[in-house]
């Protein structure tokens, strides 16, 4: 018999613990392989023992007991696969600081704390990975931190939020949101509370994350600019078929002139660009940089086993790694500033309910130029009396085009705030 | 100053060498950061050293002495981005035989000669990697070998040669196969002699080093079944874009029951599947397997800063990963047996040419259903006392769709061979 010769904790011991464990159980060969060492499951925290557990784990294995984890001798590495803030993230770092590696899959955790609890993994000269935070199975921190290293990436798409893009899909096919919402809670891609999903604000952990590894600079999750898709209404998702474009939740992470921004919003997206055909609640990730224009990554962004394929691939690396240097860093090396949300650069969608009265149109355009903005693409259509003006405007400055929108919202003839949003073209528009 | 402190030597110093040195040069700080180690050329092996290069080497780094190479203490790890056979082939052996570690670009080298070439860098306890071989930026054997090492992955779909993928979304837009491939041409898509792109066997060698890979079992290129594009007809285009699919040059490598099978051939694919949507010069790879569903990396397949970009990628993780044991075996550790081509299943489209007569279709129709073989799809075509009937097949073995289509191509009302493809579909047909 080959001996065991790392020894894994695991904090938590639910549905992503269970396979992790069962994972590791089954492919020990293969890790081996891989690694040249066995892993095995020899301790599980939990709070209560004697729950049932999709796959069990061994006599002895699960435990109360933070203190006699953190200091078991037998755990080499971690991996914390309980979630929310607290206490996980007290464990976490007390186990780096009692150096113990950890991989963890909780990215409101990385996307707040992280700053700290690298800070704690590097005093204790210990890795801390985190793939399973972002996106589930897709390896997109893997790919960004190893095989992009000189790619110099300035900016990140993503759609990584499977429960959101699931009911942009259902709208597309003709829903209203409330239907869409319904129907993703009855398949149980939406909880019972949608807020976190809906408000774009757990998109927008993720994407503190991945900007924080594509760029090198601390982006926390307050950074993020978010805007969920409550306000969506059919019309904006008919507008945006009459224009060969679908709306989608994406996450935009830009590196500009040495400034980060960092925005998570409703866009709408060329049907010919690759984001346009993630479906339901797939995820994906579109990196751009100097060196491989654009990688693409797609797959299932959530769920149990796919998450805790992410945990066991950063055990394997973790374990693989040790002692070399190799990635035992902080993925953030520098302090860039943010940049002014006004000069942020976008082309733009802008959604205008006016009273059908002559010169309403030469007058928006005209604003729109004093600003220095041109109109892509103007459809407009007529309904008793009132006017629905559909415009895409070329890449402009944010700053500029909500200017000319201020001005255009005070004509008296318009009869509703303009609704703007971000268009993601294949080519800048 | 820091010190240097990992030597490059370079064989090859073109396109793809000169972007590795300059990569290197611009991104050291980088790359220390990463590994703990600066990397730097020391040495470039070329036939002509007074040659005009994109980015100059330093002074004395060119050379055409190849034992000196060998013996250079000074190279710690070797690039081989020389491309061909011989003497690439000699040489990657030669410096892994002397204790170097090689990355290489060279995927006819690494699908024909891999066994050998694996056995010769195991023996003398060195890594050979080879990412840049297969889709230049795209990071599909990294993601592979470290982020799926637990994921059984059991299918391999790839688009893994742009210049036909352009070319037949040339076609796509109605155009002649020799349209398409004058356009690639000149757009320098395409060689003057195309043969290697438009056969298949580029992308045979790249499927024969993924199939490896996701498998553990040793493909060569030999092994790989192929068939190119150059019989495709507008009129196979155009009955796919009716049935709402497009066609691909795909490879499809699939692990079933413990046998292997692999290949490359124009197939039809549905029009949501994700692979449709790769357009133009592109290349795709979906990974299916238990834990993750189904993972998507799309990205240039082609072109020198691409694939230095891997190049380095893989100079980083063997820098990185020096003396752990992580990945530094061959990735081929059993010996499948291939599957036999009449065993392998796939849904199949068929275009069939005959004579307008009664009971065509009906004897057609029944000499599938006495192979077992059920239709998903049928659309008949009258063309001047002509018929022309499209089939789209719900999944089946090959070897009864092959019996049932000579029997059918034995009718006297059937005028041409009927012509077979396999069908992608989203969901299994």
């Given at each position: 018999?080959?001996?065991?010769?790392?020894?894994?904790?695991?904090?938590?011991?639910?549905?992503?613990?269970s396979?992790?464990n069962?994972?590791?159980?089954?492919?020990v060969?293969?890790?081996?392989?891989?690694t040249?060492?066995?892993?095995r499951?020899?301790?599980?925290?939990?709070?209560?023992p004697?729950?049932?557990r999709?796959?069990?784990a061994?006599?002895?294995?699960?435990?109360?007991?933070?203190?006699a984890?953190?200091?078991d001798?037998?755990?080499?590495?971690?991996?914390e696969v309980?979630?929310g803030?607290?206490?996980?993230?007290?464990?976490?770092r007390?186990?780096?600081?009692?150096?113990k590696?950890?991989v963890?899959?909780?990215?409101?955790?990385?996307?707040r704390?992280?700053?700290?609890?690298?800070?704690?993994a590097?005093?204790a000269?210990?890795?801390?990975?985190?793939e399973?935070?972002?996106c589930?199975?897709?390896?997109?921190?893997?790919?960004?931190?190893?095989?992009?290293?000189?790619?110099?990436?300035h900016?990140v798409?993503?759609?990584v939020?499977?429960?959101?893009?699931?009911?942009?899909?259902s709208?597309?096919?003709?829903?209203?949101?409330?239907?869409?919402?319904?129907?993703?809670?009855a398949?149980?891609?939406?909880?019972?509370?949608?807020?976190?999903?809906?408000?774009?604000?757990d998109?927008?952990?993720?994407m503190?994350?991945?900007a924080?590894?594509?760029?090198g600079?601390?982006?926390?999750?307050?950074?993020?600019?978010?805007?969920?898709?409550?306000?969506?209404?059919?019309?904006?998702?008919?507008?945006a078929?009459?224009?060969g474009?679908v709306?989608?939740?994406v996450?935009?992470?830009t590196?500009?002139?040495?400034a980060?921004?960092?925005?998570v919003q409703?866009?709408?997206?060329e049907?010919?660009?690759?984001?346009a055909?993630?479906?339901?609640?797939?995820?994906?990730?579109?990196l751009?940089?100097d060196?491989?224009?654009?990688?693409?990554?797609?797959?299932?962004?959530?769920?149990?086993?796919?998450?805790?394929?992410?945990?066991?691939?950063?055990?394997?690396?973790?374990?693989?790694?040790a002692?070399?240097?190799?990635?035992?860093?902080?993925?953030?090396?520098?302090?860039?500033p943010r940049?002014?949300?006004?000069?942020?650069?976008?082309?733009?969608?802008?959604?205008?309910?006016v009273?059908?009265r002559?010169g309403?149109?030469?007058?928006?355009?005209s604003r729109l130029?004093?600003?220095?903005?041109?109109?892509?693409?103007?459809?407009q259509?007529?309904e008793?009396?009132a006017a629905?003006?559909?415009?895409v405007?070329?890449r402009?400055?944010?700053g500029?085009?909500?200017?000319?929108?201020?001005?255009?919202?005070?004509?008296?003839?318009?009869l509703?705030?303009?609704?703007?949003?971000?268009?993601i073209?294949?080519?800048?528009?």
């Open positions: 018999m080959a001996s065991v010769d790392v020894g894994i904790g695991l904090l938590g011991y639910g549905t992503v613990g396979s992790v069962r994972m590791l159980v089954e492919s060969d293969e890790i081996e392989r891989a040249g060492h066995r892993l499951v020899v301790r599980a925290l939990v709070r209560d004697a729950k049932e999709p796959f069990p061994g006599d002895g294995v699960l435990t109360t007991d933070f203190e984890f953190r200091d001798p037998d755990i080499q590495v971690v991996a309980m979630g803030l607290s206490p996980a993230g007290d464990y976490v007390a186990l780096l600081g009692a150096g590696p950890v963890s899959a909780n990215k409101q955790l990385i996307a704390d992280g700053a700290e609890l690298f800070a704690a590097s005093a000269g210990v890795q801390l990975r985190f399973a935070s972002v589930a199975a897709i390896p997109v921190v893997k790919v960004l931190r190893e095989s992009l290293v000189v790619s110099n990436v900016r798409l993503g759609i939020n499977g429960t959101t893009n699931f009911m942009l899909s709208m597309e096919r003709g829903g209203s949101y409330a239907d869409a919402l319904a129907e993703a809670q398949l149980g891609y939406a909880e019972a509370d949608p807020t976190d999903d809906v408000s774009g604000a998109a927008a952990a993720k503190a994350i991945l924080t590894v594509a760029f600079s601390r982006v926390r999750f307050e950074d993020v600019e978010c805007r969920g898709i409550e306000e969506l209404e059919p019309v904006h998702v008919n507008a078929a009459q224009l474009m709306i989608k939740l996450g935009i992470a590196l500009l002139d040495g980060v921004d960092v925005r409703p866009a709408l997206v049907r010919s660009h690759p984001l055909a993630v479906d339901g609640a797939f995820n994906a990730v579109m751009q940089g060196a491989i224009r654009e990688i693409t990554l797609e797959g299932p962004g959530a769920g149990g086993v796919e998450t805790a394929s992410a945990v066991v691939a950063d055990l394997v690396s973790v374990v693989g790694t002692g070399t240097g190799f990635l035992q860093n902080d993925a953030c090396w520098r302090e860039l940049l002014p949300s006004s000069e942020w650069r976008s082309p733009f969608y802008v959604h205008l309910e009273s059908d002559p309403v149109l030469a007058h928006a355009a130029a004093a600003h220095d903005v041109s109109i892509a693409q103007l459809v259509r007529l008793d009396g629905a003006i559909e415009l405007l070329h402009a400055a944010f500029e085009v909500s200017a000319a929108l201020r001005e255009i919202a005070a004509f008296p003839e318009v509703r705030p303009p609704f703007v949003l971000p268009v073209a294949e080519r800048g528009l």
